[in-house]
């Protein structure tokens, strides 16, 4: 039987013996304080003490140089028998790290042996018993986890009279478990009586509520209809303590209002969640759209349908059915607009909504259906528009990307390049020429495609009507083209035609701002398969980047060298308001892909604007 040392190249003398065959009780402690190397285990059989053999191997990951192999093996474990000579164990890799392995010199050197420890490296402290309050929450937690509100008050009394110090975590764990309780109404009163004497008892002791504190006795109080309390605590401990809420903090008080129909206190909630810089998302709407159409506020209905368009794409079933019944239910009146104003009104917004108010007067006439491909409703005829940000937006747009541009690049090469655009605006399409040279070249004899870059641009031309676009490339691949014989007649035709913008030197990794910028300013498309999934394009802002992506971006392929140009969607799947004062409202049914569009119109109204046009 042969064994092995493993031992410490700066101290060789300190070995510890591992005998083969014998079982390894604790490896461990054998491994305390020997960087063991996993090709040792990695490299033979080993058997567990139920006699599975175990490749370590396979059945282990490698662990990282930082971590001692020790907590990757199992605790008991015996190498599987086998004859191994001497010189078959031998140096391995890891002698550059300071340890390495040797024939057992002493094979008689029994297992007592091997317990021994590096004196270059203090034993490890024993841990220490937890206190009683890191017990307490302990408990608390595992309470939490099982939703035991018995034994969970229970603690927390016997906590109390041990005088135990609670602290934040303390008091928040049995406000949660309080507040998560009061929904079922077996356990409702003890958890709302136990939940205020909790937060009572941590403003005594001088506890610093947090959000979660707020948040969990405003649900408290929301249980016992009791919305007033709930947002008179967000007011008060936002006062007094500086807290600041969240938009699940004033849910509580936000919905006891709704559902009890009290509307001017609903909005009044949401006119502090306005202060607190907070947005309200689809459920926050829909509360206040319910309770608005339910006490026949009918301006605040249309304040909300137009919260709802600019917030979501799609409505929920639950949003859709509250839509749909009280447009079903309505007979509005609404202004005589001028048909030029509204027009303006739509094409300012950027399409898909005009926000004058309700049009026209009669019955509405609600059908579900469907649209086709190209965007025209099958219900009523309309056809729907591929809806871009609007006139703000686009600003505002322009000027964070300049912004970024002026950080990130020299601000006289950017200014310049503002100033040439200024210039020139008569461009439809904007083509980012490095993108598009390089698709699909990452092979041996790949390069700058240049007839792709030359397809595109000519596919482009004959769209707009004998329009050139502008392509955008670096100088330094602008003048690797102009020293091609093959390509320089081709450079200069598209130099001559003003279809070229060369960035300068040290745009290198900021060239994009160039090419998004352009597609900004001048409101064109931009032909790109980059998706801008770079955290940089994140700082714009997800929403109205996202829709603007669709409305502006041109994706292409190349299929056997055959350009197909993949243009915006013809229409967007989002809430519409047609110039006519109809609606459409796309409804996403949980677990189904496909949509159901609401469409709402008033025929009276379509056919004089019908006439009109």
Known sequence: MIAAIVAHAKHSSDVNIYQEGSFLRNPAIFMNNLDYSFDYFANKPWIDNNGNLVNVGKDFTRPSPKLHIRNQLP????????????????????????????????????????????????????????????????????????????????????????????????????LYLCSDSATDPSSKDSALRH???????????NVIPNEASV?????????????????????????????????????PALFCFCENLEAEKAYEVEEHMGLMGLSLEQQE??????????????????????????????????????????????????????????KNAVLK?????HGLGWIGQGKWVVKRGSVDESGKCCSCGDQLACVDIDDAETERFAHSV?????????????????????????YEAIVDGANIGLYQQNFTEGGFSVPQLDAVVKKLYER????????????????????????????????????????????????YVYWLYAAVKLRCLLVTNDEMRDHIFELLGSNFFLKWKERHQVHYTFVKGNLKLQMPPPYSSVIQESEKGSWHVPILFKGNSSQTWLCITRPNVCESRDEAQ
């Open 75 to 174: 605790q008991n474990f015996r190498p599987a028998p086998k004859e191994v000579e001497p010189n078959q164990i031998k140096p391995t890799s890891h002698d550059r790290l300071g340890f390495f392995f040797k024939p057992l010199q002493n094979p008689s050197t029994s297992m007592s042996n091997t317990t021994s420890t590096n004196p270059s490296k203090p034993n490890k402290k024993r841990k220490t018993n937890p206190n009683p309050e890191t017990n307490f929450l302990i408990n608390l937690q595992s309470c939490t986890k099982s939703k035991d509100l018995t034994t969970a008050i229970s603690l927390y009394e016997s906590a109390l009279s041990q005088n135990l110090r609670l602290s934040l975590h303390h008091f928040n764990a049995l």
């Open 195 to 205: 939940g205020f004497r909790v937060f009572d008892q941590m403003l005594s002791n």
């Open 215 to 251: 948040t969990s006795v405003a649900r408290l109080a929301a249980s016992k209809n009791d919305g007033d309390y709930a947002f008179e605590l967000i007011k008060r401990m936002n006062n007094e303590f500086n807290v600041v809420p969240r938009l699940r903090t004033y849910d």
């Open 285 to 342: 709407i829909t509360a206040l759209l319910k309770v608005s159409a339910e006490t026949g506020r009918v301006e605040k209905v249309y304040q909300y349908l137009q919260k709802l368009r600019s917030t979501v794409r799609c409505v929920n079933e639950e949003t859709g059915k509250i839509i749909e019944d009280w447009f079903s239910g309505q007979k509005v009146n609404g202004v005589s607009c001028d048909l030029g104003l509204v």
């Open 349 to 353: 917004n950027g399409g898909g909504w």
């Open 402 to 426: 300049a912004a970024l541009a002026m950080e990130r690049e020299v601000k006289a090469n950017f200014s310049e390049f503002q100033d040439w655009l200024e210039k020139n605006v008569n």
């Open 464 to 511: 707009s009507g004998n329009k050139w676009p502008l392509i955008i490339l670096h100088n330094k691949r602008l003048r690797s083209l102009w020293e091609n014989p093959s390509h320089r007649n081709l450079v200069e035709e598209w130099n001559e035609k003003g279809v070229l913008y060369m960035t300068p030197h040290g745009s290198n990794d900021d060239w």
